[in-house]
């Protein structure tokens, strides 16, 4: 046992054996060190491959909602060139970037694979997106973008000649998606310099069309029709549909190639995946410290590959269309032409002086020089793109040509067969019950060079405006049609003589429709004896008619003077509409504790009076105050005021009944209601034109729908028309404004009217 023991001995003190077992334990200490390192990997796949994921449904909802639109060039809405965007894409192509980490199994040499052709597919998709996007957020996020494609670029071509993209049935892969987004880069970075150009022909032409359209229109705002105003919008939704940045860009021969690159890459993505799952018939490897989230990021990589093509693909096939379209067939001499707004900016770059301020003439000289070498070189560079791209689209046409024209004819023989059987009108929209012909081509915004847009992609345009209004058609007012009806011809405002009695504050700020609805409807939920379903119906039929009435005021008021004015209204309105209280009074507590009417409206007037008298207590303490700084409390208690002492002066307010009252403050609410809406048209057609060129459309889809939801109370309009045009009603908007402004003209009560003999109470809004 002794020797055996110093056998043992002997090993442990025999030196090589002592530098094995030591470095058998470093070896051992640095493996668990980095697998305590990689530990945290399979996690940061996840969280590539959620963003990954959140990027894949952006782009699915832009699509779900073009096709739910039938906007089949499909605007980028949820989806489009930002900070966040370029964000979230750094993160979801970390796999190419990562130059550090072995990635020897297949899975995740398809993974990187697949984060390139993500890449390129969001490239796609943002190339509309450049047509809302502000000039200098523009050139900042391009920037962003060309730095972070670069450096895909960089890390994939050194782990290319590394050996770390070691599977070689896939090189050629990589290689091909390597140069079709480097051709996606520089179609979409030399796009974004005609955005700024194209913008101000568009803008140039919305103007042009619409000086030569309001010359044709009638005045809306005293005489129109339901037709007439249908067809306004419809000519402006032409003109905002066409003319939308995004769509514009879309029609673009650049974006049409960028789709068919688009496709391209999709199609060597699934090839390499296909080819890859057949020739490897085993279970997939994780060789990285990513392990299985590689699979993870590959499967919703690819598949946000496969959606975000959907886009793409749709605007190629379209941009193909057009030109397969019978008026385009004999204009292909225009594939080497390059138009003018296409190098344009370029060219202002190139004339314009040197921003920099060099003393020394020599640096001059030479920066000068650079710049005009720099600036000629973009020049040949966007001619050469613009060629290429109509290139790839004429190539396109003579392949799919034929299938996209059988489908043209098809179309077309059907179109003349159901207009030979229903004797159908040109662009009659579905609801649309004209029988004239719309001519709507000359409202369709072009730049120069491009294409006439077919006649169903512009039938589809003009059917998508007419669906606009008979969707919001179904959202009626119905309480408020029930208020109106209490007005026989909306004659009740404005007939009467001014009361001339002074407000309570001695600077009055005037009075809007709003304000003086919600002050009647005040006092007709504190009258007493009231049937609890009268009173709601009006607090609804008002709560609806707010709605437009806020819409008008606003649209009206050009230059802000009522603002305070309509705050205090939807204030006091709030409180009425929700807790039944007037500036935190409790009108059911009035309307029960009041023995009568008179006692009731009494007593709200001496509520208004105590509110502004505590005002002007505090005001003595300030030498001057601001007139538009006055409290709302102060403004809705001088029109309460006012209209409370009208009411009262009314010689026959004692020999009504509680009811009777109550009735005709609901009538006197619907002529301030009719008396507004009698703006209606006005205020459509001033929505459907609008200034800037990125709300429009949402300005135009806005009145189409207003028209949809108050057509019916047009035609009532429509019908009291003729009557109104013989009386002294407010419809002119500077008109409107200088009568708001005069405190003096407020409320009016007399009973030597033509309807006297009814005794009804009428309140003069201007």
Sequence with gaps: MSGCSSIAECCKSYEPFVRVKALYHECKDAINQQNKLGAPMPWIGIYIAAVSLICTLLMATDAIQGFRLRKFWFPCNFFTLNATALTSLAIATKLPGDVSDSMPGYTEQLAKLSSTAFICTTMGNFL???????????????????????????????????????????????????????????????????????????????????????????????????????????????????????????????????????????????????????????????????????????????????????????????????????????????????????????????????????????????????????????????????????MVCLISIYLIGPILSCYYYRNLLKKKLMSRLTNSDKYKGPGSDSCMEVDLSHYVM???????????????????????????????????????????????????????????????????????????????????????????GLLRGVGEGLLYIKLIEEVLDTEANMVKVRNAAYVVWLGVELYRTWLDKDLREIALKGKTSEENIRRLADIAKTNASEHEKSMKEIEEENPPNLPIKVIAANVMYRISETILEDDGIKDKTDEELFEQLSVMTADILGACFFNLPQVITMKCYCSGIEEREESVRLAARLLGETEEILKILQRHQAVRLHSDQITDTNELQRKQGNPSSFMSSSNNAASSSSNELHVNVE
């Design 128 to 390: 509309p997106s450049l047509g809302v996007t502000d000039n200098k957020e523009i050139l900042t996020n391009v920037t962003a973008l060309v730095i972070l494609v670069i450096t895909i670029l960089v890390n994939v071509c050194i782990q290319l000649r590394t050996g770390a993209i070691s599977d070689y049935s896939i090189v050629v892969e990589h290689v091909l998606i390597m140069l079709c987004m480097l051709i996606l880069l520089t179609i979409l970075s030399f796009s974004a310099l005609t955005v700024p150009i194209s913008k101000r022909i568009l803008e140039l032409k919305y103007r042009e069309i619409h000086s030569i359209g309001t010359k044709n229109e009638p005045d809306q705002s005293r005489d129109f029709t339901v037709e007439n105003l249908r067809n306004v919008v419809r000519k402006y939704w032409i003109m905002a549909e066409s003319g939308s940045p995004q769509f514009v860009m879309v029609r673009s021969p650049t974006c049409s190639a960028s789709g068919a690159i688009c496709f391209l890459i999709s199609l060597i993505l699934v090839e390499a995946e296909i080819r890859i799952s057949v020739s490897v018939r085993e279970a997939p490897d994780f060789g990285s410290d990513y392990k299985w989230s590689t699979l993870l990021i590959l499967t919703i990589q690819s598949i946000g590959v496969v959606v975000g093509t959907i886009a793409p693909a749709f605007r190629f096939f379209i941009a193909i269309s057009i030109k397969c379209s019978e008026t385009q067939r004999n204009n292909q001499q225009s594939v080497f032409r390059v138009e003018n707004y296409w190098i344009q900016k370029l060219v202002e770059l190139k004339e314009s002086p040197l921003a920099l301020q060099i003393r020394n003439q020599k640096y001059k000289k030479l920066v000068q020089g650079v710049k005009n070498v720099v600036l000629n070189w973009g020049i040949q560079v966007q001619v050469k793109i613009v060629v290429a791209s109509k």
């Design 446 to 536: 072009r730049l120069e060079g491009e294409d006439e847009l077919p006649e169903g992609i512009l039938k589809n345009i003009a059917d998508n405006a007419s669906q606009l209004i008979q969707v919001a058609k179904q959202h009626q007012a119905k309480n408020l049609m029930k208020l109106l009806e209490k007005s026989k011809s909306f004659m009740g405002v404005g007939e009467e003589k001014i009361n001339q009695s002074p407000p309570l504050h001695f600077e009055d700020q005037g009075n809007c429709w709003s304000l003086s609805v919600v002050t009647l409807t005040s006092i007709a939920a504190a009258l007493p004896n009231i049937r609890k379903d009268f009173s709601d």
